[in-house]
């Protein structure tokens, strides 16, 4: 592990918070929602960390809480980890942790959603209920962590729709509109999201905690 390089470590003057992720544009959208919190988002890159947790457990809660201990242990930082996915109700809640590899290991998002669309062929529009789950997990080098979760209804479309997003975003029309996900502008999906709705859960927590001066690592221990 490198140290940090000097433009990084001077504006570090808050707790550092690392997120457990590759993706640039999540990695933003972190350092935004946490602006006005006591935190400074980093990335892996910063630390030097090149490596990929295998997302091997039962549950998105799980693989989250996965990826956050690993890089915290690596780091003896806190970390940010989330996991997310689509759970079919007529499929029994699949794809759900297997949403990234639905047709295959290194499946496209398009193969994935044609598998979908196959598997969803002869299934009415009235049982095409569908919703988006994502877990965040909150994790300090001593063990101590908090998780929550967001969730985002819809139904799964006969055809996909949509320039915007990824994944399934293309199928999934998101409950209280006539539009899918990947037709929503952004500024929208980031209210209505799955991730958006953890998200708001998560910082709630931690605001709550830095308004009543509480050490969130003790408060959340467990």
């Known amino acids: 592990m490198r140290k940090l390089n000097k433009g990084v470590e001077s504006k570090l003057v808050r707790q550092r918070l690392i997120v457990a992720s590759k993706n640039q544009g999540k990695i933003q959208e972190f350092r935004e929602l946490f602006k006005n919190l006591k935190y400074d988002v980093l990335s892996m890159q910063d630390f030097g960390i090149d490596i990929t947790v295998i997302e091997d457990q039962s549950d998105f809660t799980g693989n989250s809480l996965k990826k956050a201990k690993r890089i915290s242990e690596l780091t003896k930082q806190i970390v940010l980890a989330d996991d997310s996915g689509l759970e079919v109700e007529a499929l029994n809640g699949l794809p759900g942790v297997y949403s990234a590899r639905f047709a295959g290991e290194h499946a ?34 001593d063990g101590a962590y908090i998780q929550v979760e967001g969730t985002c209804p819809g139904k799964i479309g006969f055809t996909c729709k949509g320039e915007g997003g990824f994944g399934y975003d293309p199928l999934f029309i998101v409950a209280g509109y006539n539009k899918t996900m990947a037709e929503l502008p952004i500024e929208e999906k980031n209210k209505v999201s799955h991730r958006a709705m953890a998200m708001r859960a998560l910082i709630n927590k931690l605001e709550d905690k830095n308004k009543s001066g509480v050490d969130n690592k003790k408060y959340f221990h467990i």
């Open 108 to 141: 496209t998002d398009e193969e994935n959603n044609l598998k979908l669309l196959s598997l969803m062929k002869n299934v009415p529009e009235s049982k095409r209920k569908a919703l988006f789950r994502c877990a965040i997990t909150l994790y300090w080098p």
